[in-house]
């Protein structure tokens, strides 16, 4: 993909969006397009974040315990760091990242192939806008659902954690639990539920631009996949870069 070509991208992305983010003309339509992209997108990941979050929560643990052997630091700094690490990037950002890969390939395929089978045009001719009928449900459900993906990755993160405490033994269980007591700030938790529907948003968004604009067979639907899985894990990286600075700042 050229510079020029990127930038053009850009351009017609923004003119998108700005079909996409108006009032639906019908609501009943709306909301069941609605439903069902929240089981779709949002129930339909909770397999993937409960069993990822549940073993990296584990190897966290793990290796802070190992590398974090110092007579300087207290044991239950393995508990802190790891709840931090946890809350602050994994829950929210990883966790997003690997959700681009299912959640984008779902929304850019799934437009894609009603694009190039005449679909979307046969909604144009109807006079429905239908970008804002097929990608503005599924954008919609996917960042309602983001802070429950976000609260199941957090608790299961940490269970992990607890679950190899109470196996290894290093960190005791009671030590791990009062790291992750120590020092805790609510907004960490509210910080990164802000930041993954940020995510969520440019996911589906980015994804649904792609399928909506793919042109040509079935080859170009999966090529539009790919690249929107490439492009919203470039985003939402530069976006973190950008948030966790602003957050700071």
Same mark, same amino acid.
């Given at each position: 993909?050229?510079?020029?070509?990127?930038?053009?991208?850009?351009?017609?992305?923004?003119?998108?969006?700005?079909?996409?983010?108006?009032?639906?003309?019908?609501?009943?339509?709306?909301?069941?397009?609605?439903?069902?992209?929240?089981?779709?997108?949002?129930?339909?990941?909770?397999?993937?974040?409960?069993?990822?979050?549940?073993?990296?929560?584990?190897?966290?643990?793990?290796?802070?315990?190992?590398?974090?052997?110092?007579?300087?630091?207290?044991?239950?700094?393995?508990?802190?760091?790891?709840?931090?690490?946890?809350?602050?990037?994994?829950?929210?950002?990883?966790?997003?990242?690997?959700?681009?890969?299912?959640?984008?390939?779902?929304?850019?395929?799934?437009?894609?192939?009603?694009?190039?089978?005449?679909?979307?045009?046969?909604?144009?001719?109807?006079?429905?806008?239908?970008?804002?009928?097929?990608?503005?449900?599924?954008?919609?459900?996917?960042?309602?659902?983001?802070?429950?993906?976000?609260?199941?990755?957090?608790?299961?993160?940490?269970?992990?954690?607890?679950?190899?405490?109470?196996?290894?033994?290093?960190?005791?269980?009671?030590?791990?639990?009062?790291?992750?007591?120590? @020092?805790?700030?609510?907004?960490?938790?509210?910080?990164?539920?802000?930041?993954?529907?940020?995510?969520? @948003?440019?996911?589906?968004?980015?994804?649904? @631009?792609?399928?909506?604009?793919?042109?040509?067979?079935?080859?170009?639907?999966?090529?539009?996949?790919?690249?929107?899985?490439?492009?919203?894990?470039?985003?939402?990286?530069?976006?973190?870069?950008? @948030?966790?600075?602003?957050?700071?700042?």
């Amino acid at each position: 993909m050229s510079f020029i070509g990127s930038i053009e991208n850009v351009g017609l992305y923004a003119l998108l969006m700005r079909r996409v983010l108006s009032v639906p003309d019908r609501m009943r339509e709306f909301m069941k397009e609605f439903i069902k992209g929240v089981y779709q997108l949002g129930v339909n990941s909770i397999w993937i974040v409960v069993i990822i979050s549940f073993f990296i929560g584990a190897v966290i643990v793990m290796q802070i315990a190992l590398n974090v052997d110092s007579p300087m630091l207290p044991r239950f700094t393995v508990g802190v760091v790891s709840r931090e690490i946890i809350l602050l990037e994994f829950s929210s950002t990883i966790m997003c990242l690997i959700l681009s890969g299912k959640v984008g390939s779902n929304v850019a395929s799934e437009i894609g192939t009603m694009r190039i089978t005449g679909q979307v045009d046969v909604l144009d001719i109807m006079g429905v806008n239908s970008a804002n009928y097929l990608i503005l449900p599924k954008v919609a459900a996917f960042v309602a659902f983001m802070p429950v993906l976000v609260i199941f990755s957090m608790f299961m993160g940490l269970f992990g954690g607890y679950v190899i405490c109470l196996v290894l033994g290093t960190p005791s269980v009671e030590t791990y639990i009062y790291g992750i007591q120590a @020092f805790f700030r609510e907004s960490f938790v509210w910080y990164s539920i802000t930041k993954s529907m940020l995510f969520g @948003f440019i996911t589906a968004s980015v994804a649904g @631009f792609f399928g909506y604009t793919v042109k040509g067979g079935a080859l170009d639907v999966g090529k539009a996949s790919t690249d929107s899985v490439v492009i919203n894990s470039i985003l939402i990286l530069v976006t973190d870069l950008v @948030f966790t600075q602003l957050a700071m700042g």
